[in-house]
């Protein structure tokens, strides 16, 4: 058996942590699309709500982030000053990007890739998309052709 030593992510000491955010994440995405289905993977397993939502939350405080506020002649920006370093911050921004995007304006058209092995979320673009990408199609169209083809 061959073993493969994998390089740990620059900033990452505790990758657990790291795959139980993405795990919370994912979560949220699955709960973020319904009553549409989620991905084949969170309709097998999936962390609560309640859960996940604690997961990024403690994620988005350890960055201790303080407001800013920044004014020029384009106009008044706001954004976040914060201390962390390492897998702190890097946690505390996928978190915080998850939230952000979950609670903006493309949330609504969250869907899950319905193809047979599949398990991405994608943003539709347009209200008949079912597919990540067309090669998702593709496989899908041929999976529900052979199905006929069987019956
Ligand atoms: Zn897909």
């Known amino acids: 058996m061959l073993a493969v030593r994998q390089r740990p992510l620059a900033g990452i000491e505790a990758p657990g942590v790291?795959?139980?955010?993405?795990?919370?994440?994912?979560?949220a995405f699955a709960a973020t699309v319904s009553p549409h289905p989620p991905s084949r993977v969170e309709r097998?397993?999936?962390m609560s709500d309640t859960e996940a939502a604690s997961v990024l939350q403690s994620?988005?405080?350890?960055?201790?982030?303080?407001?800013?506020v920044t004014i020029d002649d384009t106009?008044?920006?706001?954004?976040?000053?914060?201390?962390?370093?390492?897998q702190?911050?890097?946690?505390g921004v996928l978190a915080l990007a998850v939230v952000e995007f979950l609670t903006g304006p493309l949330a609504?058209?969250?869907?899950?890739?319905?193809?047979?092995r599949c398990v991405r979320y994608f943003v539709q673009d347009h209200g008949r998309q079912q597919w990540c990408k067309t090669s998702c199609g593709n496989r899908a169209r041929a999976a529900r052709f052979a199905d006929q083809r069987r019956d």
Not at 88 to 91: A, D, H, R, S, V
Request: with cysteine; glycine share 4%.
């Open 59 to 68: 994620a988005i405080a350890a960055l201790r982030p303080h407001p800013t």
């Open 44 to 46: 097998q397993q999936r």
């Open 75 to 86: 106009g008044v920006r706001r954004g976040f000053q914060t201390a962390a370093q390492d």
């Open 18 to 27: 790291v795959s139980a955010l993405r795990f919370a994440a994912r979560s």
């Open 108 to 116: 609504s058209r969250l869907r899950s890739c319905q193809a047979p």
């Open 88 to 91: 702190k911050l890097i946690e």
